[in-house]
């Protein structure tokens, strides 16, 4: 099982960035899915989450800028990115709760090995 993220690198401010993360492997269901992002020297914080019914929440410095969606079909969440800002400067991590076959309902939080986002001023 292995989390793959894409859609990261360099813009300049007030440019759009589209992220995506793709889960492959023998998955039964995926739970919750999110972004984190987290910058130098600060701790990894929650950007935006969204469940399996599509209920989205934001952290606030990105409310009305990004946007996460699901494409439960392919098991991938985006988040599009506009007007980002240098503070946005940050590796973007996805995650997602996943549930395997054969052990319940039980759900595993898998992590993405992290993207690049920079944002020049």
């Known amino acids: 099982v292995q989390l793959v993220e894409s859609g990261g690198g360099l813009v300049q401010a007030g440019g759009s960035l589209r992220l995506s993360c793709t889960a492959s492997?023998?998955?039964?269901?995926?739970?919750?899915m999110g972004w984190y992002r987290q910058a130098p020297g600060k701790q990894r914080e929650l950007v935006a989450g969204?469940?399996?019914?599509?209920?989205?929440n934001y952290a606030d410095s990105v409310k009305d800028r990004f946007t996460i969606s699901r494409d439960n079909t392919e098991n991938t969440v985006y988040l599009q990115m506009n007007s980002l800002k240098p503070g946005d400067t940050a590796v973007y991590y996805c995650?997602?709760?996943?549930?395997?076959?054969?052990?319940?309902?039980?759900?595993?939080?898998?992590w993405g090995e992290g993207t690049q986002v920079t944002v020049s001023s």
């Open positions: 969204i469940t399996s019914g599509g209920t989205t």
């Open positions: 995650n997602a709760d996943l549930v395997f076959y054969g052990v319940g309902s039980n759900e595993y939080r898998y």
């Open positions: 492997g023998s998955i039964r269901r995926i739970n919750g």
